[in-house]
């Protein structure tokens, strides 16, 4: 017998043996049938024993409902913190892209304007920044801190006694002149008198000048021309021999006067320095509201704030009669950090009446008045929607420092002008007066004096005539353009208006300040860009309200086109706004150029992911101005019109507001006009001037505003923002 190594030893077979026999005894152990139950207590705990067979008791106290609850409670306790994030990970792993494509749209939707406004006014801060830091390298903070201190202390200077500080101190004697003193006042009171100041530069520089004619016969001023659109090229252009001829014209006695003036007017204002920083500084709007423009005035300063704006307004009146201390002195200073300046104690009232100014001289002036150096002007009637702040610290403006937007029509001076201003015509420069589908080199070999624009000629400012009711410049910087336009103002009936408009419309100083800035040779920019025209009429001429683009966006929009133009190989002069088939196609083409796809993942409602496609095109430049033009935005004007507050001017359709983003305007200014004529004007002196009753001026305004409600598609046109913070 072959006997394996494995269980030679008898050591395990004893140790199998004991295995097999506790194995048996505990099977029967646990299958016992018998019913007795033993409690066994150990500690706290409490098990069975006996009984049933231990196998099954064991299974029925798993079962038992006690003990799964405590279990469940055991686990959860343990393991609450592990679970959740367990589910937190699973949840947010399901759900994370439907979260951030929901989010990243809303942002969209809702955040992208007010994120562009943060942007702009990040950039304006940084400009800030940067200009006090350049006038911290310069004298010119020095020059603005030492004219406040003059302009605090002006009456403490006048009265310090210098003779007695000679006397009384240990300095050398000097011998000072007798008229010492006064000649002291006088010049003080040039620096930091204003209507001293203001008095001088009507003087020595307007009266001072005056040409020494009879002013222009009707014969001399001639026929009037029939004004051409800007953007559409007419078959006979406006060009020198169409500008001359039957127009304006001078006997040589005349013209020779006209000449020997302006040249002795350039001539003293050629070495003028800027004005003194006491009479000059800062930035700020403003408003010409003297007369009947009141009312408007009012509601272009509340619209003003309630777009944001944040600088302060100078509200420029005629006589010492329209100031108002309840008007000016409570609500629009304390509430709308605004400033009534009247033009009358500005210039001396002697003087006012002798200069005898027009209503279409008085907004000129009314610039000359105001304090700012950097200016916003803005007509009373000309309304913003958008805030118009950042115009003073963005291009166009940083580059020139005087803005203008474009008129409707084309410039028509006479060449007469010209030559008594002694600017001189150059080459063809430009091609207003040329279809966009024809060849530059077609034109320039065209008669000069016949078939060629008289305007495209360099030396010459452009076609494009300005439309002043809002344009920003520096008074510093442009002061000498500025005194020489106010000289084409100040004789403008008798002499200049006749000369520079030859029977435009809106003969007042809107083409006088291109005019003085070619003369004295200083930059300026033109924004070249459409003007929006909303109405129930079709003639251009009777439209009622029209409105101005950003000039910021113009910038942008004509910087992009000029890309495309290259790009096509053909003139990038073209001018974008033409109005013919052949520009049509061109924008289409530009649109088309800029024109993308962008794909998006959206949420439909049963929380699948879709990816769609966004189509995304060039931004043309958006509207900055709602100009309205008769009858105005005036509660107090309008209640005495009998046209006025009968129905809508911007029309009923939702179409007429699609250039101005679906806003009601309508009912928003005259949502403002009720305000003012209900709630804030308490003053029964201002009430009394205008020989109105408050009460049935507020009737009136308010039933054309419930007439507006019934067909407004918008809700929150009532809504005054500003209300809240005054």
């Known amino acids: 017998m072959i006997t394996s190594p494995r269980i030679s030893s008898p050591f395990p077979v004893i140790l199998?043996?004991?295995?097999?026999?506790?194995?048996?005894?505990?099977?029967?152990?646990?299958?016992?049938?018998?019913?007795?139950?033993?409690?066994?207590?150990?500690?706290?705990?409490?098990?069975?024993?006996?009984?049933?067979?231990?196998?099954?008791?064991?299974?029925?106290?798993?079962?038992?409902?006690?003990?799964?609850?405590?279990?469940?409670?055991?686990?959860?306790?343990?393991?609450?913190?592990?679970?959740?994030?367990?589910?937190?990970?699973?949840?947010?792993?399901?759900?994370?892209?439907?979260?951030?494509?929901?989010?990243?749209?809303?942002?969209?939707?809702?955040?992208?304007?007010?994120?562009?406004?943060?942007?702009?006014?990040?950039?304006?801060?940084?400009?800030?920044?940067?200009?006090?830091?350049?006038?911290?390298?310069?004298?010119?903070?020095?020059?603005q801190l030492r004219a406040e201190y003059y302009h605090d202390f002006y009456s403490n200077i006048k009265q310090f006694d210098f003779m007695k500080l000679f006397r009384e101190t240990n300095l050398p004697e000097v011998k000072l002149p007798k008229d010492f003193p006064d000649r002291f006042d006088a010049t003080l009171d040039r620096l930091l008198n204003k209507q001293e100041y203001l008095s001088n530069i009507v003087n020595e520089f307007l009266i001072e000048n005056k040409p020494l004619a009879d002013e222009m016969s009707d014969n001399e001023k001639g026929r009037p021309l029939e004004p051409r659109l800007i953007n559409v090229v007419p078959e006979k252009p406006l060009s020198k021999k169409e500008l001359t001829d039957g127009h304006a014209n001078l006997p040589s006695e005349k013209y020779n006067a006209l000449k020997k003036s302006h040249d002795a007017m350039v001539r003293s204002i050629k070495n003028l320095e800027e004005p003194p920083y006491e009479l000059v500084k800062g930035q700020g709007i403003v408003i010409y509201g003297g007369g009947d423009r009141i009312g408007s005035a009012l509601v272009n300063i509340f619209q003003l704030r309630d777009q944001g704006s944040d600088l302060p307004i100078e509200l420029i009146l005629d006589k010492e009669e329209e100031y108002d201390e309840q008007v000016c002195d409570e609500l629009l200073a304390i509430k709308f950090k605004t400033k009534c300046i009247v033009m009358e104690s500005a210039f001396g009232k002697e003087l006012y009446e002798t200069m005898d100014l027009k209503d279409s001289q008085k907004r000129a002036f009314s610039l000359l008045v105001s304090s700012f150096n950097h200016i916003i002007s803005i007509d009373a009637d000309n309304l913003a929607i958008k805030n118009v702040d950042n115009l003073i610290a963005s291009e166009p403006y940083l580059s020139s420092s005087f803005v203008l937007w474009p008129q409707a029509y084309q410039r028509q001076t006479s060449p007469l002008f010209y030559e008594i201003a002694q600017v001189e015509q150059g080459e063809v420069l430009r091609r207003n007066g040329l279809k966009n589908d024809i060849s530059f080199s077609d034109y320039i070999q065209k008669n000069p004096d016949e078939e060629i624009t008289f305007h495209d000629f360099s030396g010459l400012p452009s076609a494009v005539g300005a439309?002043?009711?809002?344009?920003?410049?520096?008074?510093?910087?442009?002061?000498?353009?500025?005194?020489?336009?106010?000289?084409?103002?100040?004789?403008?009936?008798?002499?200049?208006?006749?000369?520079?408009?030859?029977?435009?419309?809106?003969?007042?100083?809107?083409?006088?300040?291109?005019?003085?800035?070619?003369?004295?040779?200083?930059?300026?920019?033109?924004?070249?860009?459409?003007?929006?025209?909303?109405?129930?009429?079709?003639d251009l001429k009777d439209k009622p309200v029209y409105f101005q683009n950003d000039v910021r966006d113009n910038v942008d929009f004509l910087k992009s086109w000029k890309a495309f133009i290259k790009k096509e190989n053909v003139d990038t002069r073209l001018n974008p706004n033409q109005e013919n088939e052949y520009t049509t196609s061109l924008i289409q083409k530009f649109h088309n150029y800029h024109q993308k796809l962008i794909p998006e993942d959206h949420v439909d409602q049963e929380g699948n992911i879709e990816t769609v496609h966004r189509q995304e095109s060039f931004q043309l430049p958006k509207p900055m101005f709602v100009h309205v033009k008769s009858p105005k935005i005036n509660p107090f004007e309008n209640f005495k019109d009998e046209n006025a507050y009968v129905n809508r001017l911007f029309g009923a359709s939702t179409s007429n507001y699609r250039d101005l983003g679906l806003v009601d305007w309508e009912l928003r200014f005259h949502t403002i006009s009720k305000w003012y004529a209900c709630y804030s004007i308490t003053s029964e002196k201002f009430w009394q001037r205008l020989n109105l009753n408050q009460k049935e001026v507020c009737e009136k305004v308010t039933g054309f505003t419930e007439l507006l409600k019934k067909d407004s598609k918008d809700s929150d046109a009532t809504v005054l923002s500003y209300i809240k913070k005054i």
Do not use: C
């Not at 196998?55 to 913190?81: A, W």
């Not at 004789?491 to 004295?520: E, S």
């Open 467 to 538: 439309d002043s009711s809002q344009f920003v410049f520096s008074k510093r910087r442009h002061f000498k353009s500025f005194l020489l336009a106010l000289y084409y103002n100040y004789y403008g009936p008798q002499f200049y208006y006749p000369l520079i408009y030859q029977g435009a419309p809106d003969m007042d100083d809107r083409d006088t300040w291109a005019a003085a800035l070619t003369v004295m040779n200083e930059p300026y920019y033109i924004a070249e860009q459409k003007i929006g025209y909303i109405g129930t009429q079709t």
């Open 16 to 143: 199998v043996v004991m295995i097999m026999i506790i194995t048996v005894v505990n099977l029967f152990l646990l299958n016992s049938d018998s019913e007795d139950v033993i409690p066994v207590g150990v500690g706290g705990e409490t098990y069975l024993t006996g009984g049933k067979g231990r196998l099954q008791t064991e299974i029925d106290r798993v079962d038992h409902k006690d003990y799964m609850s405590n279990l469940v409670g055991e686990v959860k306790k343990s393991k609450q913190k592990e679970l959740v994030e367990q589910l937190r990970i699973a949840i947010e792993k399901e759900n994370k892209d439907k979260f951030l494509i929901t989010l990243r749209n809303d942002i969209r939707h809702k955040y992208t304007e007010k994120m562009k406004e943060d942007l702009k006014k990040e950039i304006s801060d940084q400009y800030t920044r940067k200009y006090f830091k350049d006038m911290k390298l310069s004298y010119g903070l020095f020059e």
